[in-house]
């Protein structure tokens, strides 16, 4: 059954009976209909200044009761009804919707879509945003210099141009001229008239001999038409007096063929550079265009305007248009030729992705590098290029599988998703990071690689970068960071807990410290003091399990869905833009996101991690270090604080890491009551101690446990004999490593077994 | 910033609000009646509708630069205790969401003892009382006062009470330069009277506090334009009172020009006649020279009456005979006579607000508000029956 489109009549009575008592409408007279729409004709008040009423009119003509027309399409009231003036009123005037002169004129009287507004808020506000037009008209307030010159409204054109304005203005010189830019287009007839979505790229040096493969046209399926042209674009130069040519006077959009074009041209000081270019493009479309054919081509004059343009620094404004020239005519633009003005949209550019993003676009972006473009990398890689910050750098060793396509930003492309594995999962981000306007280059390597590499790593991961945010999620990859000493950059760790539950942001100090290393070292002494985080961090089972992802093969991943991945990516990706605003912070920054218990939103909590105190055993770059946090170390000062004059100590409490040597301190626990104090010695008592740090090891599944012992020497001394002997002990007691530290009064030693 | 006068619907009674292009506010008059504070009540919230014009300083109090009472009638301070802060600035209260005023102008009335012929209401003599404490702070200090300190009386008083006022006390004819202490160069204002009467004329000519009017013609200052509107304000000024002004100003009669007047005594008959419009009706006589005072419209002038509706009866105030008096005059300038009562309509009038342009006051269009068209309508209005 067809679904025709009829008139809501009960809503259009509503309408009219709303419009009758609105406070500045005077009458309404009864609906007319005429032609399939229906025509509502009201008498509208303006408030007028007292000494325009004696004439009866504003100095620009606007009465003090304006007749409008309101022409209730049949859509209504899912469509808004168009707005019409009265023939005479002044079209000069800003913020009139262009139309040929034979239409009555149709302000534009809100920035944006009538339909929409409609929908959101009524006819009355409709009425209300007339009014204030009209009032804004008489009193010459439609374009406010302060704001900037309102460009004549395109958006409602049906032919649209692409191109970047800023790359077009930077052509324009003090001196008139024109120049030539490759369009290519996709022409569709609908309705009996066609519409021309065009993208207008490089410019061109197009001479008649040169032209005869310029121009192409090809007709994909159901008269829609892909084809090649030209536009042209033309701009002002000086006037007699050597001043520049300023269009100051606003015109409305008229124009209609090429004498309205011509006529606009010479307005805008560029009438002689439109002739001389249209006479070139017909010659060059007669020696490239052989058959009969019909050839769009785009025509964008500029209007240097005396003051800037509005949400803009420049004062040119672009004004394009289409002319469909045909070989019949030799492709001479004669004064009925027909022309329409058309539609521009900013190409995609850093610029427009930043202002989409309200994110200031004067700014330099930051050079960073992404490590790691699997599910969560490739979000957060993906949401930083659509707002205009791609990273720099991207480094994945690995590949896109079928199985990434439940997961990863981008989906395969092509007719056939199968065929769009084997491609590099860095590779693929930095081909929609170019789709996005931005070099993003990829590596396809194991990031534990450069590490290892000096030359590589100073490449990929130079100091002078903003900082690397490692996606990969893997322990070795962290590790790897963790240990490596020569690297200078920040890291920001962006990982997934528990089966997409928690996730975390991690953000290295100042020169590194705290680093990732420590990071999550904190992150689990937090976790184990809270015990919503305890529980579904380290209480449930292990979530990480093998995926079958094909016979045989598997992936040890979280089964998790895409949102959920999601929605802690776009956090972190917010995470991340936001330090690239504000700069990286004064310390470590952690930020810890707990799924809601209903699985749809994250709370996040953020916390701040201050530098470590950082033990060597030897100067040497070798050396296995202990990395004591600011609450170990707080805790070791009170200790000490409690017993003047004598020496004492207690239980350190981390994590070892192999890979980075290194002894991550989180937390001291008490000496046990049987312990013995004196100026010269401590010793560590064992009343309770064992079951204390098995209960301690075990309330966070074992990811801290015990790592030695500390104690106080009174004057700053290096570990005594009987230290050696102690760390030996601990050694040979356990497969772990152990450290015994002291603290002196002005530092910290360390005493390793071997 | 924008110019505007807002003349509030509090029915028979004035409160005007001026915004300055300076971006000081003078409030002439206020008449927020125990009604439109009502919730329940359909009079218009006017004490809310003025609360959202007005600033609030660093204190997070609202204030206005000025305020001036024309005269202690009810209905020109109706509310004054109840929405305004009256005393020392130092005691403002912390918890008080009470209105602030900066500079108190007020008319020498103040200096007289109640009598036969001036009988305060409450709010009245609670101005009364602050103006005296403003005063003498300032016969007290002799220096400059400070915010909500500040005053200015408007007119002398007889037998001298003024003469030691000094920068304080602003003489008939004179122009007020200083807003809140401070030069404002987008107001000239003017003013025109009280004419200093003794009080054995006042007994004399049975005339009343109505006498005492403060009159002011402001020039306002719009996009830097000076005198874009000028506005005549006049309290419950009667005929009397328009004769003398007439007589005085007839050889320049500029003096009385305006954009904008609000006319006197809420369209009263006997602001242009002595005789009584319910004996006399059609046969009540007009004073020319009153009448001559109060006709020297500008081209396009709006003449407001701060009234209920002006309807065909015996009624005075709101006068029909001075209603079509008023059109007549605007209609000589076409310009209009509009009544804040019976804008937008009657059954709802809202605050008539101007807004003033390089070419004089506009009237500033009311959007059609969402509440209008969602609101409960009968619901809750009224009792509604159901069977």
Redesign the interface.
Known sequence: MKNEATYAPIALGRAVSLMQRHPNIQRVRVPQVRNGVIDVEAAISVGLPSRWLAPGRSPNGVLPVEPVLFRFPEGFPLRAPRILLRQDFDRSLAHVNPGPPNEQPSPCIYDGNLDELLQRAGIAVILNQLVVWLENAALGRLIDPAQGWEPVRRDSLRDVFVFDADTMRSRVNRDAGHRLFRLEYVLKQSSGRSAIFGTVTDSTTLSPTSAKDAFRKVILRDGVQYGVSVALFVWPGRRATGKLWLAGEYRPETVCDISSLVARAKDYGCDTQLANGLKWVANCLKGGVTSDATVPVAIILCARRPFHLIRSDSDLELCPYIAELDSKSSFKASGATGVRPAGHRDAISVRLLRRMSDTDSSRENPRWIQIGVGSVGSKIALHMARSGAAPSTVVDSGYLFPHNAARHALPPVGDRPDRACFLGKAEAVSNAARQLAQDCAPFNLDVRDVLRNEEQMNSLLPRRAWAAVNSTASLSVREALASCRNLRLRTIETSLFSDGRIGLVAVEGPDRNPNCGDLISSVYELALRDSDLRRVMFEEPDSVRRVDTGLGCGSPTMAIPDGRVSIFAASMAEAIRLLQIEGLPGSGQILIGKLSDDGIGVLWRKFEALPCKVVRERRDSASPLVRISQLAHGRILEEIGRWPGKETGGVLVGRFSDAAETFYVVDVLTAPPDSLRSATHFVLGKLGLRQSLRDYARSCNYALYCLGTWHSHLSPSDPSARDYETARALEVSRLTPSAVVIRTPTDYRLALAT | MKTTVTFFPVGNGDMTLLKFESGRTLLIDVNIRDAADDPEDDTPDVGAELRERLNQDDAGRLYVDAFVLSHPDADHCNGLREHFYLGPPSEFPDDSDKIFIRELWSSPIVFRRASRNLTLCDDAQALQAEAKRRVKRFRDSRGPLVEGDRILVLGEDKGGKTDDLGDILIKVDDAIQRINGEYDRSANIQLLAPLTISEDDLVEESLSKNHSSVILRIGLTANGNENA?IFLTAGDAEVGIWERLWKKHAAQPEVLQY??LLSPHHCSWHALSYDSWSELRESAAVSSDARNALAQA?????IIAGSRPVKDDDCDPPCIRAKREYEEIAKS????FVCVGER?SEDNPEPLEF?I????????????R?S??RGAGAIGGQPLAHG
């Open positions: 509107c954009d904008m500008l081209e396009g002038a709006f300038v076409r310009g209009s937008p807004e342009t390089t070419a004089g006051p506009r009237h500033l269009s009311r959007p059609m969402v209008v068209i």
